[in-house]
């Protein structure tokens, strides 16, 4: 069992908790980039909107690169799981409302 | 905080709440229990009284236990199901098995774990239900779909349309039946017993005249009492493994361990041990003339039991009791017999007949059976083994990785310590792994091949070898995740596909040297596109907030604390 493997094997359920702090550091990392990018189109991001938009980004990445899990496939199923999709909405709206003008 | 404690509460939501829709109108469910029973007459069969009232009413009222996969649970709760053994029956913590089971074939041993077990198993033993259908699965699923989504509970107050006559000229009778089309007469006792003896009696005549009867009754008890496995013929009727690689093979690769060959075995170890130590003399005369024990071919990759008349050579008049290819109890012959195909061919791959490496009937000891066998009692009528010991069993899948190749290659794969498993080009059988590993590798029906493998975590590669011209079918999975089907990649002759696997990024390169995608073109197409539609919602919801919100930011916000 490789390191990755040993760490995923820490779950909720179908969740890894080692995906999810994963996800949460990368972007934290990257959070400094994503200002500055973000500046040239004179908006501030706050840090907070970026880990708004974990959650929401990791599921469309997840999407367009054809790889289901256990999330993913949760938020898009039709017919269950209502309130992740209502949760993973309110988060995508919560990033969006904390990006402001700057001037 | 808030992003992190919405993740929290998102993760706590998906968990916790149970996959199934909203329960049916409890008011219909006697009507839809009546129509199910009808159902099941039509077959020419009968619904046992009252495990098939309560997985229909389970079914409907989606309550009670559920197999996804691997894991068995309570519907209402979420909660896994764990089943035990004990005093010679099977029970449960959820109480499921002792709902869906009749009682009688509780006590030889038998159980249904899931509503769909309990109205599918019983059509096929005719002790249970009066007939013996091997698609059970099929024709019970559209009543079943019924019962599911609640639209059964008017059905049986219909009256049922009459037969359409399409000549108006009335048909010949016979004291008012029809003698053109007489209705079907239940079978005999005798009848019943005899059936699927076609595929069964050019292997029981390899017995001597003495033990063939016993032998009968003998496949008839192990044909009722060994469960079928439904995952890798029911719950996957959809997938695209279907149509090429066997029930067997997709049950391992979507990872149900139960029924796993290793597993199975036990099973049937069990099965003849409590025959063996039964109560009943009638049950323990069966075996009078036999004995059996656990075999394990390809190097201990697959396994099974054979049981063959006392004092010959297993490896030259051996039956084998292996359920495992199409996970339902089927016996094989140890040497080619009638149409049938010789059991160590099917999984040998001209690896020859007898099996090599055997010795008595233990080719290699199998974990804690060693030296549990042979049956034959000792001289003074004692047996030597009297007690029950752990078997083997297939390691839990969750830990596994799995691959499974259906198509015109050969596969030798290669773990990162180089360790191989498979068969190289020049042909030749390598096994290092022993039985720490699950591997069948069959001849299909087409000519082509078929491997599966059930390996240990780690990193592997493999190389497929055509040995012929066609389309090689690739699946893939690991414990946690999802299966990977690749997209059908054509080989000809002594041309190889590579696939590398490290942790859980799996690559196939075709002939070429091209990568393979993976879950099929239909699937990529439609999720992003839905994924497309919903981000594009998103982002004019965002940027009507924005065009709300810009207006008065003439001060920098600050950033909300964490």
């Known amino acids: 069992m490789n390191i990755i493997d040993a760490l995923r094997q820490y779950r909720m359920g179908p969740f890894a908790f080692f995906d999810f702090t994963a996800a949460y550091l990368g972007m934290l990392v990257v959070t400094p980039l994503l200002k500055k990018i973000f500046l040239r189109f004179h908006l501030l991001l706050p840090t907070v909107s970026v880990l708004w938009f974990v959650l929401p980004l990791s599921i469309l990445v997840h999407i367009l690169i054809g790889k289901y899990t256990a999330l993913t496939t949760m938020f898009l199923d039709p017919t269950q799981y209502y309130t992740v999709k209502v949760i993973i909405i309110i988060m995508m709206a919560k990033g969006v409302m904390g990006i402001k003008k700057a001037n | 905080m808030y992003p992190l404690l919405f993740t929290a509460i998102a993760m706590l939501v998906s968990f916790a709440t149970p996959a199934h829709a909203a329960p049916c109108d409890a008011t219909g469910l006697t009507s839809c229990t009546q129509w199910a029973q009808e159902q099941v007459s039509a077959l020419g069969c009968r619904a046992p009284s009252p495990t098939f009232e309560n997985a229909v009413a389970d079914l409907y009222s989606k309550k009670g236990c559920r197999l996804e996969g691997t894991r068995w649970y309570n519907i209402e709760t979420g909660a896994a199901v764990k089943g035990s053994y004990s005093n010679g029956v099977n029970t449960d913590t959820a109480g499921c098995i002792a709902r869906y089971t009749p009682g009688a074939y509780l006590r030889t041993g038998g159980y249904f774990r899931t509503p769909t077990e309990a109205i599918n198993g019983p059509l096929r033993n005719k002790s249970l239900s009066g007939c013996e259908r091997e698609d059970a699965s099929s024709l019970t699923k559209p009543m079943r779909d019924k019962i599911e989504s609640c639209s059964c509970a008017d059905l049986s107050v219909k009256p049922t349309p009459p037969a359409p006559t399409s000549a108006p000229a009335t048909p010949a009778t016979s004291g008012g039946t029809d003698v053109n089309n007489p209705p079907p007469t239940p079978p005999t006792e005798e009848e019943a017993t005899l059936q699927g003896s076609t595929e069964l009696d050019p292997i029981v005549n390899t017995l001597p005249l003495e033990l063939r009867d016993r032998f009968k009754k003998l496949a008839a008890l192990y044909r009722e009492r060994i469960p079928e496995g439904t995952y890798g013929r029911e719950a996957n009727q959809n997938s695209s493994a279907f149509n090429f690689i066997s029930a067997g093979s997709i049950n391992n690769i979507f990872g149900q361990d139960a029924t796993a060959c290793g597993a199975y075995q036990g099973t049937v170890l069990d099965f003849l041990d409590a025959l063996r130590k039964s109560n009943n003399q009638e049950d323990k005369k069966l075996l009078e003339g036999f ?86 009692p000792n001289p003074d009528g004692t047996w030597r083994y009297p007690s029950d010991i752990p078997r083997h069993s297939s390691a839990p899948s969750a830990n596994r990785k799995k691959i499974s190749v259906g198509s015109p290659v050969t ?20 096994n290092d792994f022993g039985s ?21 975590a780690g990193s592997y590669a493999f190389t497929a070898t055509g040995t012929g011209s066609g389309d090689v079918h690739v699946w893939t999975a690991s414990g946690a995740g999802t299966v990977q089907a690749f997209a059908p990649t054509r080989v000809t002759t002594g041309q190889t596909l590579a696939l590398q696997w490290s942790g859980e990024s799996v690559t196939l390169k075709d002939a070429q040297g091209k990568e393979v995608s993976y879950n099929g073109a239909k699937k990529s197409l439609f999720w992003p596109l839905v994924g497309a539609v919903v981000f594009v919602t998103l982002c004019v919801f965002g940027y009507v907030l924005y065009r709300r919100n810009s207006g008065a930011t003439s001060v920098p916000p600050q950033e909300s604390q964490l």
């Open chain 2, 436 to 456: 720490s590993v699950e591997a069948q590798m069959m001849s299909a029906p087409d000519g082509t091949y078929e491997s599966t493998f059930n390996l240990p």
């Open chain 2, 291 to 376: 004995d059996f024990g656990p075999i394990q071919i390809a190097g201990g990759a697959h396994q099974a039991v054979a049981i063959f008349p006392k004092g010959t050579d297993w490896q030259t008049t051996g039956i084998v009791l292996d359920p495992w290819k199409d996970q339902k109890p089927k016996v094989y012959s140890i040497g080619a017999t009638g149409d049938q195909k010789a059991w160590c061919r099917l999984f040998w791959l001209g690896l020859g007949c007898p099996p090599k490496g055997s010795v008595g009937n233990i080719v290699t000891p199998i974990d804690a059976n060693t030296g549990r066998y042979p049956t034959t």
């Open chain 2, 411 to 430: 596969v030798l794969l290669t773990a990162a310590n180089g360790k191989q498993l498979g068969i190289d080009a020049q042909g030749a059988f390598h």
